[in-house]
């Protein structure tokens, strides 16, 4: 951002306006600085010639800056430096001493520069305090740290102007190697200086996020309470005292912020406030958590916080824009999952803290928008956008317009500064680190209203999403020292989205080429929305048969939100066991319901039934399901009247049901057939059971033929039976009359012929010599 050369402000004094005039020849001329600092500068002034070209030598002691009070000083207050010093070199320091250095800053830019520095660069730094506001080491050791502490009234500081001042804290000494006096280490931080209420201030938004990973599993206990299960105790520990989110929320209730809450978040703390699960190690199984009152505590203390303030609701989850702009538009149902997500939002904060939140805002992650980015986030029904600075960039602006502008289709781009949003960013468990980031913040928000002091502006910080505890400390000691200054003024994220708009502000966002590279590494793969629509693919067909839905419609659908997360970024290898977990536990449900495995069957006569058993293993009753069952041949073997039959099935929850079906046999032998369920509108469920069914009784042909030759049977029996009658009977009666004595000659046929030719059917060949001759074939029995 470009910005003024000049550095604004006003004095109140003749002795003020002397200073100004000499601060800005000071900044206008580097060299003339250098110049008039020689009489206050005793230290660069007795160094050699070569101490310019020894400005690496600076860095040999490391001189920390861990405290500034205040960070806001007015005309009657003492400043309080402290820190410590380290001998980082080989040798010995002597004649050391710590001191302070003053000098002007005139643009958010050179705050930039100020900052980066890290060795003395003379005619840079600033005019030397001096005098008794040093402190002095007689010697430093190598590796050894000292402390130092310097308080000075804010008088004796010479601050002309209203505006920012590098304060410089310089340690000079000598070695035996280097026996004159020279700047060995030196760490620089800035003032703010108002004294006097600016005339115009500074309207300030703030963005409190309380946003967390994700904590739940998609797994309940099957209990009717379905008690939730935690990945695991991580949660807990951000609850408890001096933890990331009690951190947060204790600090946020002393400040004037907007509050930007992600759902899942209250809905998972809420979930702690009753029985709950964690899930163990091995991932199977679970151990109940003990943390009931610390959730409870949390959630009292937030509702207590945020009555009578501005909320801002993200949708559930906080889903990941950009990955669903850039990767899941090309994903059939991806877009409808935000939707869903930004209902859910409004409802579980509404419940949870019996506030109405606003629904209105998307943002995207770091604040980095392109077109698609902003359809997206549109089209859930929020009709303002927070970016940043960095992503939507003024070109030939030289101060900060108002956050606020039109982008085109009804939608505000509220762009956050991006200096300001990321002065936390970085470590700041070092008191180093966050006092000099404390300062900086100040420092640029000064700077903001001195770049044209007559127009107030609307600025909004966004910071990190999930800031840790040491960093959400450091942002409230910035927003304290904000509030005590004299230049800024708290608006809501609401108010700031309405704000006239700059007319020179830039309403053209940025194309996709310009998306940074960086962000677009971390954004959630197609295949990762792929496998989120199986998920919901597989859940629709599971809901049509549950008779209490919710049971598992609505916790599916939160885990199928939270697959979408921003916080999946730079965890790609987490992500994925997410939804891996998620679709395995939805599989383990649909499985409840299915098919009991059985043998192949036999069928031994014309028609019989067959069972087929229906398992429900789930608590809740299973309705609205067909079960069919289909022989591959039906012209051998029919199911009902053709080749399928189906029933209807409605099996309660734990038990199992036995459908029987009637089959008729046409044929035998082994005929294959299956069993397959069927939700209504026709789709398949679970996996078909598939058997034979071997058909081994005989068909009508067979029968009659069976039938036939038994027939024939009896009656050949019955002649055989009546032909001996007859010739027993006949030689009963021959048997008298000739006697014994006949002998052979009895035998004779032609004398039995003519003695009896009424029966010429009845010759003598007809016993034995007849039944070892072959039977004529038309005479067997098994025709």
């Known amino acids: 951002m470009a910005e003024a050369a000049d550095f604004p402000g006003t004095s109140p004094s003749p002795a003020r306006r002397w200073l100004r005039r000499t601060a800005a020849l000071l900044v206008g001329t580097p060299l003339l600085a250098g110049l008039l600092q020689v009489p206050a500068d005793p230290v660069a002034h007795a160094a050699p010639p070569s101490a310019k070209a020894d400005a690496t030598g600076s860095r040999t002691v ?116 280097q026996p004159y006096p020279q700047v060995l280490g030196i760490e620089r931080t800035f003032l703010p200086w108002q004294p006097d209420a600016a005339d115009t201030k500074t309207k300030t938004t703030y963005l409190w996020p309380l946003i967390s990973s994700t904590h739940l599993t998609a797994k309940n206990e099957s209990d009717e309470q379905q008690t939730p299960v935690f990945k695991n105790d991580d949660l807990a520990d951000e609850l408890a005292p001096g933890g990331r989110l009690e951190q947060l929320l204790s600090l946020g209730s002393d400040l004037d912020v907007t509050w930007v809450i992600d759902p899942d978040l209250l809905a998972s703390v809420e979930a702690m406030t009753h029985s709950y699960r964690i899930q163990n190690p091995d991932g199977t199984t679970t151990r109940a958590g003990r943390h009931q009152a610390v959730a409870n505590q949390w959630l009292n203390d937030l509702e207590t916080a945020v009555k009578g303030k501005k909320v801002v609701a993200l949708p559930f989850a906080d889903p990941d824009l950009a990955s669903l702009a850039h990767n899941g538009k090309a994903v059939s149902g991806s877009l409808g999952h935000l939707k869903e997500a930004t209902d859910a939002a409004a409802e579980t904060v509404d ?272 309705d609205h399901l067909v079960l069919r069952l289909c022989s591959h041949n039906p012209t051998r073997l029919k199911i009902g009247d053709g080749q399928c039959e189906e029933k209807p099935i409605k099996v309660s929850g734990g038990h199992s049901q036995s459908v029987k079906f009637t089959t008729t046999a046409n044929a035998n032998g082994p005929v294959p057939v299956y069993a397959q369920l069927y939700t209504e509108d026709d789709q398949p469920y679970g996996d078909a059971v598939r058997f034979e069914v071997n058909v081994t009784e005989f068909t009508l042909t067979v029968m009659l033929v069976i039938a036939g030759g038994l027939l024939l049977l009896v009656l050949a029996g019955f002649r055989m039976y009546t032909q001996r009658k007859r010739a027993a009977r006949k030689q009963a009666q021959e048997g008298p009359d000739e006697g014994p004595d006949e002998g052979p000659e009895g035998d004779s046929g032609s004398e039995s012929g003519e003695d009896d030719p009424e029966q010429p059917s009845d010759p003598t060949p007809d016993t034995a010599p007849e039944s070892t001759d072959p039977s004529d074939t038309g005479e067997r029995v098994d025709r």
């Open 351 to 622: 419940t949870i803290l019996h506030v109405k939140p606003s629904t209105d805002f998307a943002w995207p992650a770091d604040g980095a928008i392109d077109p698609s980015i902003v359809d997206v986030a549109t089209s859930a029904g929020a009709h303002s956008v927070i970016t940043r600075s960095d992503s939507l960039r003024e070109a030939n602006l030289q101060y900060a317009p108002t956050a606020a502008r039109p982008i085109g289709g009804g939608t505000t781009a509220v762009v956050a500064d991006a200096r300001l949003s990321t002065a936390f960013e970085g470590d700041m468990t070092e008191a180093e680190n966050s006092t000099l980031a404390v300062q900086e913040f100040l420092a640029q928000s000064l700077m903001i209203n001195l770049q044209d002091p007559d127009k107030q502006r609307s600025i909004v910080v966004a910071p990190q999403r999930m800031p840790s505890a040491s960093q959400a400390q450091s942002m409230a000691k910035a927003l304290t020292g904000l509030s005590g200054g004299q230049w800024s003024q708290p608006e809501d994220l609401t108010a700031a989205a309405k704000e006239k708009p700059d007319p020179q502000a830039t309403t053209q966002v940025p194309s996709a080429g310009s998306y940074p590279a960086s962000l677009r590494k971390q954004e959630l793969p197609q295949s990762a929305f792929e496998d989120i629509q199986n998920t919901q693919n597989r859940l629709d067909r599971f809901q049509v048969i549950l008779t209490e839905k919710h049971r598992v419609v609505t916790p599916f659908g939160r885990a199928i939100d939270r697959e979408m997360s921003t916080s999946w970024r730079g965890r790609p290898t987490e992500a994925s066991d997410y939804r891996t977990s998620v679709w395995g536990y939805l599989k383990e449900l649909t499985g409840q319901v299915g098919l009991i495995q059985r043998s192949d069957a036999k069928l031994s006569g014309r028609s019989a039934t067959i069972p087929i058993s229906v398992q429900n293993n789930l608590v809740q009753e299973v």
């Open 62 to 177: 490391d001189v920390s800056l861990d405290k500034l009070t205040p960070t806001t000083p007015g005309e009657g207050d003492t400043l309080v430096v402290s820190g410590t010093v380290t001998n980082n070199g080989k040798q010995t320091v002597t004649d050391a001493q710590v001191g302070l250095r003053v000098g002007p800053v005139n643009s958010r830019s050179a705050i930039d520069a100020a900052a980066k520095r890290t060795g003395f660069q003379p005619g840079t730094e600033g005019t030397e305090v001096g005098g008794k506001y040093t402190e002095k080491f007689s010697k430093l050791v190598p590796g050894v740290r000292q402390d130092f502490s310097i308080s000075v009234p804010v008088k004796e500081l010479s601050l002309g102007a209203d505006g920012v001042y590098q304060l410089g804290v310089a340690l000079t000494g000598q070695s035996s190697a």
